[in-house]
């Protein structure tokens, strides 16, 4: 395929997610949703929220990802006597030297895991703000940098609020994913006791596939590709609709905007596409915006969910027609395969929200079907143009955004 960002093309960079996504399954029963979800959020640059109930694995799947990346992996464990210096690290003073030194805290790491994040109090979880959307520590008035890349990837249990403290807005904001894991089948959790059986650890572990040179290709692979000027207007659109919903107090914000954008753009990364579909921000609004939103007290008495109001703005918002023969009106260029000809703009090329039925995506990242005139959708089975327009419909796209 045509494009490339270093010695990467985007074809390699989609075979290196599928890497990732088979060597974590080694070791995680978890439906491929959230593992796409959760890689979407690394490639983006940004932080992910993963919320769920004690057991589920959720510790496990930030340790094994961090380990598949080749990438440095810190917990911290928060807890109500957890202080911001336990996070970010203090100066200590050197008897040796007779002088301050900095000592890093846990934060200083690739991946960092905040485990049960809503433990701590809120001057703790804002110890991270600065990390999570600067990159950065403060400490009396010394800036440190963090390590490139840098992922948080936070953890909180949503039905014991006893002695928790709720993330504040602000922070919520600043995870470009909020994903959850759920129960797994019958068969998940027979496989989950197959591999305990087969090793004599109690944490399962794996060898990496790659290292933080490679990511932070696929980083820089996301960044070359190209939005349609009307898939950024169906980003904005739907933004627009929960925040006039009178569910909601707070909609997405114009911030909640661009993390979403750049989630898109490396769904299509993962599809192996050099430009992104209305389907890529279908499948991923429920995990780039509900988290954003702020429900009336009306709403909240009424057990109204957070994914309903963006299943309201999915339905209420036309689907635009993209096609990557048409031009762009930004003046961004097209992008071609390496024979030349233009590829179809097809939703089942990319299957990057994971399928929880388990079917995996094509290694060639959509190659067998750039010749099919017509495509079959993967969830309901009706024709769709290969054009790419998803048609406008109410209740057949339903599933895209949960």
Same mark, same amino acid.
């Given at each position: 395929?045509?494009?490339?960002?270093?010695?990467?093309?985007?074809?390699?960079?989609?075979?290196?997610?599928?890497?990732?996504?088979?060597?974590?399954?080694?070791?995680?029963?978890?439906?491929?949703?959230?593992?796409?979800?959760?890689?979407?959020?690394?490639?983006?640059?940004?932080?992910?929220?993963?919320? !769920? +109930?004690?057991?589920?694995?959720?510790?496990?799947?930030?340790?094994?990802?961090?380990?598949?990346?080749?990438?440095?992996?810190?917990?911290?464990?928060?807890?109500?006597?957890?202080?911001?210096?336990?996070?970010?690290?203090?100066?200590?003073?050197?008897?040796?030297? &007779?002088?301050?030194?900095?000592?890093?805290?846990?934060?200083?790491?690739?991946?960092?895991?905040? !485990?049960?994040?809503?433990?701590?109090?809120?001057?703790?979880?804002?110890?991270?703000?600065?990390?999570?959307?600067?990159?950065?520590?403060?400490?009396?008035?010394?800036?440190?940098?963090?390590?490139?890349?840098?992922?948080?990837?936070?953890?909180?249990?949503?039905?014991?609020?006893?002695?928790?403290?709720?993330?504040?807005?602000?922070?919520?904001?600043?995870?470009?994913?909020?994903?959850?894991?759920?129960?797994?089948?019958?068969?998940?959790?027979?496989?989950?006791?197959?591999?305990?059986?087969?090793?004599?650890?109690?944490?399962?572990?794996?060898?990496?596939?790659?290292?933080?040179?490679?990511?932070?290709?696929?980083?820089?692979?996301?960044?070359?590709?190209?939005?349609?000027?009307?898939?950024?207007?169906?980003?904005?659109?739907?933004?627009?609709?929960?925040?006039?919903?009178?569910?909601?107090?707070?909609?997405?914000?114009?911030?909640?905007?661009?993390?979403?954008?750049?989630?898109? &753009?490396?769904?299509?990364?993962?599809?192996? &596409?050099?430009?992104?579909?209305?389907?890529? +921000?279908?499948?991923?609004?429920?995990?780039?915006?509900?988290?954003?939103?702020?429900?009336?007290?009306?709403?909240?008495?009424?057990?109204?969910?957070?994914?309903?109001?963006?299943?309201?703005?999915?339905?209420?918002?036309?689907?635009?027609?993209?096609?990557?023969?048409?031009?762009?009106?930004?003046?961004?260029?097209?992008?071609?395969?390496?024979?030349?000809?233009?590829?179809?703009?097809?939703?089942?090329?990319?299957?990057?929200?994971?399928?929880?039925?388990?079917? &995996?995506?094509?290694?060639?990242?959509?190659?067998?079907?750039?010749?099919?005139?017509?495509?079959?959708?993967?969830?309901?089975?009706?024709?769709?143009?290969?054009?790419? !327009?998803?048609?406008?419909?109410?209740?057949? !796209?339903?599933?895209?955004?949960?």
């Amino acid at each position: 395929m045509a494009g490339l960002t270093g010695d990467l093309s985007v074809e390699a960079a989609s075979n290196h997610c599928l890497d990732i996504v088979d060597r974590v399954e080694e070791a995680v029963v978890v439906e491929r949703r959230v593992l796409f979800e959760t890689l979407a959020g690394v490639i983006a640059r940004g932080h992910v929220l993963v919320e !769920d +109930v004690p057991g589920t694995g959720k510790t496990v799947l930030a340790r094994v990802l961090a380990e598949s990346l080749g990438l440095e992996f810190n917990r911290v464990q928060f807890t109500p006597d957890l202080l911001p210096a336990d996070v970010t690290g203090s100066n200590v003073y050197n008897e040796h030297e &007779r002088e301050f030194e900095f000592a890093q805290g846990p934060v200083f790491s690739n991946v960092v895991l905040a !485990d049960e994040i809503n433990r701590a109090p809120p001057k703790t979880q804002s110890a991270l703000l600065e990390s999570m959307e600067e990159r950065q520590v403060s400490v009396d008035g010394t800036t440190h940098p963090l390590p490139t890349p840098f992922v948080v990837i936070a953890t909180q249990n949503p039905v014991e609020q006893e002695g928790t403290f709720q993330l504040p807005e602000a922070q919520r904001d600043r995870f470009s994913v909020k994903t959850s894991m759920e129960y797994p089948d019958v068969e998940g959790e027979m496989g989950l006791l197959d591999r305990r059986a087969n090793r004599r650890t109690i944490a399962p572990s794996v060898e990496p596939v790659m290292g933080p040179e490679t990511v932070r290709a696929l980083q820089e692979c996301a960044e070359d590709v190209r939005v349609d000027t009307k898939v950024r207007r169906y980003i904005v659109d739907l933004a627009r609709a929960t925040r006039e919903d009178d569910r909601t107090e707070i909609g997405v914000s114009p911030r909640g905007v661009q993390r979403v954008f750049e989630a898109v &753009r490396a769904s299509a990364v993962i599809a192996g &596409r050099r430009y992104s579909t209305p389907d890529d +921000v279908k499948r991923l609004a429920n995990a780039t915006m509900s988290h954003r939103l702020v429900l009336t007290t009306e709403a909240t008495i009424e057990g109204t969910e957070k994914a309903d109001v963006i299943q309201a703005a999915l339905d209420a918002v036309d689907v635009p027609a993209v096609s990557p023969n048409a031009p762009d009106t930004d003046d961004t260029p097209k992008q071609t395969t390496t024979g030349g000809s233009e590829r179809a703009d097809s939703p089942s090329e990319a299957t990057p929200d994971g399928d929880s039925r388990g079917q &995996r995506p094509e290694r060639s990242a959509g190659e067998a079907a750039e010749n099919e005139a017509t495509q079959l959708d993967g969830d309901d089975g009706q024709p769709t143009d290969s054009s790419g !327009d998803s048609r406008d419909r109410s209740d057949d !796209d339903s599933g895209h955004g949960q």
